[in-house]
C-alpha cells in the first residue's frame, strides 16, 4: 500500500506564525512590495497576525516609521495586524514618540496584563 505524499514542510507547526523579514536602508521603493507581502501572508496564513522582523533595519528614521505605519494599515485592511520581532530601542523610541502602535513580540497585547501580573477585580477583592 502506498500513499500520497501532502506537499509543503512535513515539520512544520501550523501554529507558527508567517515572518516578514525587513532590511535596510529602508527606501520608499520598499513600501509597495512589503504592503503586498503582509496581505499575501495574512492571506496565506490563519493567524491574522505577520511578524516583521526587523533587527536587521538598521538606524531609524521617518522612512522606517512610514514603512511599519503602512504594513500595519494594510494589514489591518486585511484583517490582520503586524507583530515586531527585535526592534531596536531607537527604534521602538521613535515608534513611541510618533504614536504608532505597534506589538512588539513577547509582550503582553494591548489591554491584557503582562503574565505574571496580579489584576484586582474590585477593590477590597483578592487579585487573580
Do not use: F, K, N, Y
Amino acid at each position: 500500500m502506498s500513499s500520497a505524499r501532502l506537499p509543503g514542510l512535513p515539520h512544520v507547526d501550523p501554529e507558527t506564525l508567517p515572518v516578514l523579514v525587513l532590511t535596510g536602508p529602508v527606501t520608499r521603493d520598499q513600501v509597495t512590495g512589503a504592503a503586498d507581502d503582509v496581505r499575501r501572508l495574512l492571506r496565506d496564513g490563519s493567524a491574522g497576525v505577520v511578524v516583521c522582523d526587523v533587527g536587521g533595519i538598521g538606524p531609524p528614521g521617518l522612512a522606517t516609521v512610514d514603512l511599519l505605519a503602512r504594513l500595519q494599515l494594510a494589514a489591518r485592511r486585511a484583517g490582520g495586524r503586524i507583530r515586531l520581532r527585535a526592534p531596536d530601542p531607537a527604534l521602538r523610541a521613535l515608534l513611541d514618540l510618533v504614536g504608532l502602535p505597534v506589538q512588539v513580540e513577547g509582550e503582553a497585547e494591548e489591554g491584557e496584563p503582562a503574565l505574571g501580573v496580579e489584576v484586582e477585580v474590585e477593590s477590597g477583592e483578592a487579585a487573580v
